[in-house]
């Protein structure tokens, strides 16, 4: 149905005409003042222009309401005739719709319908068009690249697998086979004078203990379970106490050696009855009495760091109590501090063989791997935090190994002229002379 007439716009409709009420054929009471009943019935025309001037109304639609919540709208676009500027249906918006992935933000001062897409945050996302907030993913959860789709986190570790940690572990394990080599040749050339200074029992001690220091650096490889987040700690306070409280009495051993030249009984029953043997058992019962307070206030456990990596959950080793921790690695460097400071002292003692000058180099490597270690564990997270670790374990290891034996090693091997009883005797005469 349709009607051919000119279009009168609403604003010319006479004031009379607005007063007039009336029923029409189908019974309605038609007002064009208000609307006076709830129920109402509207067709909707389109306007179609002809050259001649000529505007015809084209019913393309119709809207009815029976009540407040039940409307119908019956529309027929493809009856519709647009402009020829249009080239689809336009839509009655000020700004784009936002698709997944973005959410709308008003722009101030403008109509409710005027917003600006903003993407969503890492962690969050929108999964249909024109969402008002963005959904937060779940921990154990990440969004992709479209941030509209949470996807499920792998869990990982630093396992032997990786490229870092296989790194790590062939270091640990060549440093360990170098260590044993160096333990072997010692014990083979134990009657040899640069084995005998310093007391050799020491230095099989020291070398056993390092050798526990780089096998201790692969407990922090692999899948963490609660035996070893337990050990990895404990074992590493333990051993490296005992190597640097070996180290200590190594150059309290030196200082006696030197004083015994002088009168004094004392000083030659010290040394005789290897006093400075006593300082390791003492030295680590207050490290083992430090650990076991630690593991009965609150001992390492398994955490699930889900926040280091976007898309991965990682397995790591809590300290548990980081008072605790902190008290067995200030102990530890107090311990290292000792030992510098006791070897700096005795570096220019005119001992055969004094190895002091190593021993102060060596405690000096150590002490500035650990001191370094602190600020950068701080600054890491996951997986890399653990790398870290293990590296500072390395480093400080064979810092103490190289400082101290590898001179020695040379001297067995290379140049063993240096190491018997008429090098030792010619050495010991040109300095009376």
Not at 320 to 327: E, P, Q
Request: glycine fraction near 4%; include cysteine; charge should be positive.
């Amino acid at each position: 149905m349709f009607s051919l007439f000119p279009i009168v716009p609403p604003l010319q409709l006479h004031p009379l005409l607005k007063k007039i009420q009336f029923t029409n054929s189908a019974g309605e009471d038609v007002s064009f003042h208000e609307m006076r009943h709830r129920v109402a019935h509207y067709d909707i025309h389109n306007i179609v222009k002809f050259p001649a001037g000529f505007r015809l109304l084209i019913k393309i639609g119709e809207f009815s309401s029976e009540s407040a919540h039940d409307q119908g709208l019956v529309l027929n676009e493809e009856m519709i005739e647009w402009p020829i500027a249009f080239k689809k249906t336009p839509q009655s918006l000020c700004s784009q719709r936002c698709g997944p992935g973005f959410r709308k933000m008003p722009q101030e001062g403008r109509a409710v319908c005027c917003y600006i897409c903003v993407i969503c945050p890492e962690r969050d996302i929108s999964n249909h068009t024109d969402a008002e907030q963005c959904i937060p993913c779940a921990d154990h959860e990440y969004t992709n690249m479209e941030r509209n789709r949470c996807l499920p986190k792998l869990v990982t570790f630093l396992a032997f697998e990786d490229a870092l940690g296989m790194a790590l572990a062939c270091v640990a394990l060549c440093f360990s086979v170098l260590t044993a080599a160096v333990l072997w040749v010692f014990v083979k050339h134990r009657d040899t004078p640069i084995v005998k200074a310093n007391n050799r029992t020491l230095s099989y001690i020291l070398l056993i203990t390092l050798l526990l220091c780089f096998l201790c650096s692969l407990l922090f490889l692999g899948r963490p379970n609660t035996a070893t987040c337990l050990l990895q700690q404990i074992t590493f306070g333990l051993v490296f106490t005992v190597a640097v409280s070996t180290v200590l009495a190594k150059t309290i051993t030196v200082i006696l050696a030197f004083k015994v030249t002088k009168p004094g009984r004392t000083i030659r029953q010290l040394l005789v009855s290897g006093a400075s043997n006593f300082i390791i058992p003492i030295c680590s019962l207050i490290q083992v009495a430090l650990c076991v307070i630690w593991l009965g206030i609150s001992p390492p456990f398994i955490e699930l760091d889900a926040h280091s990596e976007p898309d991965h959950i990682i397995l790591v080793c809590n300290k548990g109590s980081v008072t605790a921790f902190y008290c067995v690695l200030g102990y530890l460097g107090s311990l290292a501090l000792a030992s510098f400071t006791v070897a700096f002292l005795a570096r220019n003692l005119p001992d055969t063989f004094n190895e002091a000058k190593f021993l102060t180099f060596s405690m000096l490597v150590f002490c500035s791997v650990w001191v370094t270690f602190l600020p950068v564990y701080h600054s890491t997270k996951g997986k890399v935090m653990v790398a870290v670790e293990i590296f500072s374990i390395l480093a400080s290891s064979a810092g103490l190994l190289g400082c101290i034996f590898l001179p020695k090693y040379y001297i067995i091997l290379i140049k063993p002229d240096k190491n018997s009883l008429k090098a030792l005797k010619n050495q010991c005469s040109s300095r009376g002379s």
